[in-house]
């Protein structure tokens, strides 16, 4: 009887009904069965139970709950198969238990581990049937293993390697099926090892000779497939086969040729689809055949010809498409059609009617968008209406699209799988970002463009910044723990290869004042590189483990400007945001608004020269950037040396030329009159300038003339604001860690006594290492961090804090989980190129890259994120001696009740001012301190009688040189003593 049930379901008499009775048959014959315990028809029973079911669901009968219950049945006959030996039976029930796997993973039904049950049975059917010598039934276990495989692939697993499992399985099944009275069979698998070759072209593995390969695999099967019968899947395998031609095309191979096969090949699958119940294949190789056409008249073959065939087929295409359920294909197609509307339009084709049809076709299919569920889909689309509407000066339509694709490239970074990734995202969609701040500029909006620019800004570093304070309480889960004893590894493996810690590559001393010292920066070999790629990798795992990350996976919301206004502390409080676009360098000033009830933004637009795209962050590298690389670069230490002495000596032209061309002077005397304290927001190199050099009229610099504050983004600075603001009262100092800076314990010392800081919170010399380095952090609310550091060009997170023995503080730490110190108020690095940040600035053909991120990585960052308020950094290597004597300054003025920025601005004007006569006066009076305090210790036998006296000797060695200089000579005048600093963060 079951056989009649099944006999009608093959000749479409009722399926599903009789698939019912059928069902219902086994299940009557598989209790018969047990109760008897004949086991043997019992797996045979249950086999044939789990088809039906599987049967049931490729008739849409509840497919999700129908595969449970089929693997379910596959599962008990494989399991009294194995029991009873019956290794023929258990191949064919585990490959058919594969194919009910396969089916619930392309359900999304568990996908992964759905696939690697697949596997897992067809690994095991295999092998039986290879030892059974049952070649026929063995290729098509292989196929199933093939696109098992290639099913993994394309979720992201291990993808290229599973690529070659899924080629490695197809190959050997075609080896097998071409044997006579198999060449369907041979088709469809041919079909498969195509598609596992088209797709490692896609992921850059040999690109050309996959595709290649995918190509003769793919006309194969279609001469089988040619036989009475298998028409339609000759189609799909045409379809294929063009989509190879196609994409060999665009790689530059033959294109007008490949194209024009491609173009044959979907003709024919078209002709072939248009039967009742192919439509949604016929929609789709429609759409493939208009992309086609479309770029042969993008190659100028017969452009306007070829793009009203490309018209035709995708309006055919979308006919079919608005059914029911197909709303993203169509969406997809309109966009096409509005692509090429639009670019008959530039042809000079009825413009203004293609460029509304193309407007139109692209409202459409945003119509049927949603940017949180759609976000790839709908960025095409809606970039597309912003590029139509940018280049026609139509601000209101670019913003339309622009404000949508915005939208999408938020929730796509939010779904990013690893931070690689959500980099990617935001790299390759800045121009969208770029483009909306330029059309609302246009458009009069400066409120938008504002909140634009703050929105793109720094996304990374408000992320980790967020992962922070979440784990402020300490509570960092196992495997996070687990991750950092890898890194732990991984860099004792560095220590080994290190011969000298100023081998380190990067590495820069703090220099000399007479003569400046040396620097030193080389880039890594070839074994460091390899070391440090092994623990870059533990650090990809680490945040991908990051659970908490997880609960910042949500889009970043536009700020509003209420709360952008929020963070002004003063009405004589301004902001100033700085951003770069292809064609202008725009300064947005926020003030509180005015008293009438306006918008309190502004902005100071400089255009760039229409002959040079970005030209003042190309200045900025040519004349900023490059030049201080090098100066590590040199190979001798008299070389470095000129080369530092060249750029210093440079740095006031090249400011003076930087505030011309922001044209700084018009910019205050328009928009920041009673403006007494600025929050600056550079953008991509300004990062790297010291604004509180910056010339301005009447002679004064803008540090003189403003206070100044810096922050990363509004959103950053909300997150400082956020905090608790404990008041630093307990100071902690990390110092010397390598003990050849010779000034260094002088200003310690110094530091000391203004705050009097017990000797416990002073970590000295060799014995710090990171771990003790946290704990300090972790007790004060301020820290003197006075040793060597070095900033990294070629690996920025590698920025570290060098400390004895081969041991450092990275960036990369610093923005990890396991560094947090809530309590923190306030950093001053004393050290070199702490605030110093880079990015890859160039492109393979040496030109600046638009695509930059905005994300300035330096350790005073890493500060900032891990928990301080405020970070006081510096834009290059410092001297020892000046930095000293900078640090007693500003210290002495933070004691006596001063804000950051008054002591920041107080310990500049003692440098910059002061005459030797008065430094002489005060060492004077610090070298007989030092002296009492040096004879205190000795006769009490104080352990640390030798540093007292080493200050003693030191500030008697400091006199002796300021003897050298006249009265009213000033030794620090020079910026390079006293420019270097800054305040990141709250003042």
């Known amino acids: 009887m079951v056989t009649a049930y099944l006999t009608q379901v093959q000749l479409g008499q009722e ?148 690529l070659e499992r899924a080629i490695t399985n197809h190959n050997e099944a075609t080896t097998i099926r071409r044997q006579p009275g198999l060449e369907r069979d041979l088709a469809q698998t041919l079909t498969n090892l195509g598609a596992a070759y088209s797709t490692q072209a896609q992921l850059g593995q040999e690109p050309v000779a996959n595709l290649e390969r995918a190509i003769a695999a793919y006309t194969e099967a279609t001469t089988i497939r040619r036989q009475p019968g298998l028409e339609r899947d000759l189609a799909s395998t045409l379809t294929n086969l063009g989509v190879a031609y196609h994409t060999q095309a665009e790689l530059g191979q033959e294109p007008v040729a490949n194209l024009e096969r491609a173009i044959a090949t979907y003709t024919e699958a078209t002709t072939i689809l248009r039967q009742p119940g192919l439509e949604r294949d016929l929609a789709g190789t429609l759409t493939n055949l208009g992309a086609a056409y479309s770029t ?26 608005r059914q029911p359920g197909l709303e993203r294909d169509l969406a997809s197609t309109l966009t096409n059609l509005g692509v090429a509307y639009h670019t008959q339009a530039e042809l000079g084709q009825e413009p203004v009617a293609n460029l509304e049809r193309a407007i139109a076709n692209y409202r459409e299919a945003l119509s049927f968008l949603n940017p949180a569920l759609l976000p790839a889909d709908t960025l095409r689309t809606g970039r597309n209406l912003g590029n139509l509407g940018f280049r026609q000066g139509w601000w209101d339509i670019a913003l339309e699209g622009y404000t949508v694709a915005v939208e999408a490239v938020e929730q796509s970074r939010a779904w990013a799988t690893s931070e690689a990734l959500r980099q990617e995202i935001v790299r390759k969609s800045i121009g969208v970002y770029e483009n909306l701040i330029q059309a609302a500029v246009n458009q009069g909006d400066l409120s938008l463009a504002l909140r634009t620019v703050e929105r793109s800004r720094s996304k ?13 309480d300490g509570r960092v889960p196992p495997e996070i723990q687990a991750w950092y004893q890898q890194v732990k590894e991984s860099r004792q493996i560095q220590s080994q290869l290190r011969q000298n810690p100023l081998d380190q590559p990067g590495f820069t001393q703090k220099p000399q004042p007479y003569p400046i010292g040396n620097t030193r920066a080389s880039f890594a070999t070839e074994q460091l590189q390899a070391a440090e790629a092994a623990e ?58 005015a008293q009438d009830g306006g918008e309190g933004v502004n902005c100071h637009t400089i255009p760039n020269p229409p002959e040079s795209a970005n030209d003042l962050q190309n200045w900025l590298v040519v004349n900023w950037v490059i030049p201080y690389i090098a100066i590590n670069q040199a190979e001798t230490p008299q070389s470095r040396q000129q080369r530092r002495h060249e750029w210093h000596q440079a740095m006031a032209t090249r400011l003076q030329e930087l505030a011309t061309r922001l044209q ?8 920041l009159q009673g403006i007494t304290e600025l929050i600056l927001i550079p953008h991509l190199f300004l990062h790297q300038i010291p604004f509180d050099l910056l010339p301005t009229a009447q002679g004064q610099l803008l540090g003189d003339r403003f206070r100044l504050q810096f922050v990363p983004s509004t959103k950053i600075l909300g997150l400082c604001r956020e ?34 800081v017990p000797r416990q919170r002073r970590l000295q010399g060799r014995t710090v290492t990171p771990d003790s380095y946290l704990q300090l952090l972790k007790q004060v609310q301020a820290l003197l961090s006075s040793h060597h550091a070095t900033s990294r060009a070629d690996d920025p997170l590698n920025s570290h804090l060098v400390l004895a023995e081969e041991q450092k503080v990275t960036l990369r730490d610093l923005l990890s989980p396991l560094w947090r110190f809530p309590e923190l108020s306030e950093v001053f690095l004393s050290c070199c190129e702490t605030g110093l940040s880079f990015a890859t600035s160039r492109d393979e053909e040496g030109n600046l890259r638009r695509e930059l991120l905005d994300e300035p990585l330096s350790l005073g960052t890493g500060f900032l994120l891990g928990g301080a308020r405020a970070v006081i950094s510096s834009h290059w290597a410092v001297a020892d001696l000046a930095t000293a004597l900078f640090s007693r300054e500003y210290h002495r003025a933070r004691r006596a009740g001063e804000e950051r920025l008054t002591a920041l601005h107080q310990a500049r004007q003692a440098l910059r001012e002061t005459c030797q006569k008065d430094w002489r006066d005060r060492l004077t009076a610090d070298y007989q301190q030092a002296y009492q305090t040096w004879q205190q210790l000795r006769q009490t036998k104080d352990p640390n009688v030798n540093a007292a006296g080493a200050n003693y000797q030191k500030i008697g060695e400091l006199i002796k040189w300021l003897d050298e200089f006249a009265s009213d000579a000033v030794p620090f005048q020079d910026y390079r003593y006293w420019g270097a600093f800054y305040c990141l963060g709250l003042p």
């Open 296 to 321: 042969q008249a993008q190659l100028g073959q017969e452009p306007v010809a070829n793009l009203e065939r490309a018209i035709a087929t995708y309006t055919e295409a979308t006919t079919i498409f």
């Open 15 to 162: 399926p599903v009904a009789n698939l019912e009775r059928a069902i219902a048959a086994y299940t009557e014959a598989a209790t018969i069965c047990r109760q008897l315990g004949l086991e043997r028809y019992l797996a045979s029973n249950l086999n044939q139970l789990g088809n039906a079911y599987g049967n049931q669901a490729e008739l849409g009968q509840e497919p999700v709950a129908n595969l449970e219950r089929a693997i379910a049945a596959y599962n008990e006959a494989a399991t009294i198969s194995r029991q009873l030996g019956l290794e023929r039976d258990l191949a064919t029930t585990l490959t058919n238990l594969s194919t009910a796997n396969l089916n619930q993973a392309g359900l999304g039904q568990e996908p992964v581990a759905n696939l690697e049950q697949a596997i897992t049975a067809c690994t095991e059917a295999a092998t039986i049937r290879r030892q059974l010598g049952l070649e026929s039934d063995l290729a098509g276990t292989l196929t199933n293993l093939g696109n098992a495989y290639s099913l993994q692939a394309e979720l992201g697993q291990e993808p290229v390697a599973n």
């Open 664 to 671: 700084f002077d018009t910019l205050i005397q328009q928009h």
């Open 460 to 472: 990374r570093l408000a992320d980790l910044i967020a992962v922070g304070d979440l784990y402020a």
């Open 723 to 756: 905090r608790s603001q404990p008041t630093p009262d307990t100071l902690g100092i990390v110092e010397n860690t390598t003990e050849d800076l010779p000034y260094t314990p002088l200003e310690c010392e110094w530091v000391a006594q203004t705050w009097n």
């Open 536 to 593: 870059r990798q533990a650090w990809d795992a680490l945040y991908r483990f990051d659970a908490i990350t997880a609960q910042l996976q949500q889009p970043q919301p536009q700020p509003r400007l209420d709360e952008l206004t929020a963070l002004l502390p003063s009405p004589q409080t301004a902001l100033l945001s700085f951003y770069t676009t292809a064609t202008h360098t725009h300064i947005f000033v926020l003030r509180r608004p």
